[in-house]
Structure formats: C-alpha cells, structure tokens
C-alpha cells in the first residue's frame, strides 16, 4: 500500500468515526439544546398566550429527529398543529409543522391586527439551539466521541 492509499484509508476512518460520533453521539446533547432553546425563545419570549393553549411539546426531547448528513446532522420538530383549532373551532388552523411557523413568524392567518401573537414575531429555535450547542458542547463531545473510538485528541 502506498503512502497516499495508507492516508487516504486513514481520512476515510476518521470521517466515518467523525459522523458515528455526530450520529450516534451527540444527539443527546443537541435534544438538550433544542429544548433549552424553545423553553428561553418560544416559551418565555411569549409567555402568556391569548388565543390558544399550549401542547408544551417543543420541551419534550422526544419530539426531535435528527437525520444524517456527511460530517453532520440535520435537526427536525416533526409537530403537527393542533387539531383542536381545526375548522370550526377556528380559521386559517395550518395542520402542518409548528417548527415552521414558530420559526419564521408567518402562518397564524387567523390572527387579527393588533392581537397579541403580532408582537411576537419570528422565534427561530431550532437554527439558534444548534448555534448554542455548537458553541458551548459540540467541541468536547465530539472530542470525548473520539477518544471512545481510540483517537489521540489535543
């Protein structure tokens, strides 16, 4: 084996060990995140809603999925809206995913001007509880993944 193929089989290793830990290791953490983020920008930067009860799901760790890319991993809240605000109970009631309501401020057609959600605005959850696990976590967990796996980490 020549030295390129020895290295080449070397950088393969790692990436698949890399994406094992990202997979398989480090979600916990970044349920953990998700939670902390929707509990601090969902949550208590809205406390008191007027028009509807909350499902406290977004705080439930059991409600993300995470789905692999290369060398990372793609964060998902797969919740539904609410079906007690299905038609009649109100208008405009969107059966999709909440996430992306929440996160972009748009798809509450049932609001009216000057309610209380309006003040609201965007919530962006996921993207900035990924950003808050990178920057506090992801370092060391990745670090003690790798280590598990045999690696030298400085």
Not at 19 to 47: F, H, L
Not at 58 to 65: A, C, V
């Amino acid at each position: 084996m020549s030295l390129l193929d020895a290295y080449n089989a070397a950088m393969a290793q790692l990436r698949a060990d890399v994406n094992d830990v990202i997979q398989n290791d480090m979600c916990d953490g970044i349920r953990v995140a998700m939670v902390d983020s929707a509990r601090t920008r969902v949550y208590e930067a809205y406390p008191n809603p007027k028009r509807y009860v909350r499902r406290g799901t977004l705080t439930d760790p059991s409600h993300y999925r995470f789905y692999p890319i290369d060398m990372g991993v793609e964060v998902e809240s797969p919740i539904m809206g609410n079906p007690a605000y299905a038609p009649p109970a109100s208008s405009g009631w969107n059966p999709g995913y909440i996430s992306h309501i929440i996160e972009s401020g748009d798809g509450y057609p049932w609001l009216s001007k000057g309610d209380d959600m309006n003040t609201i605005g965007p919530r962006p959850y996921l993207t900035e509880g990924m950003k808050d696990y990178v920057s506090k976590s992801a370092s060391a967990d990745l670090t003690d993944g790798l280590r598990a796996r045999g690696y030298i980490v400085e």
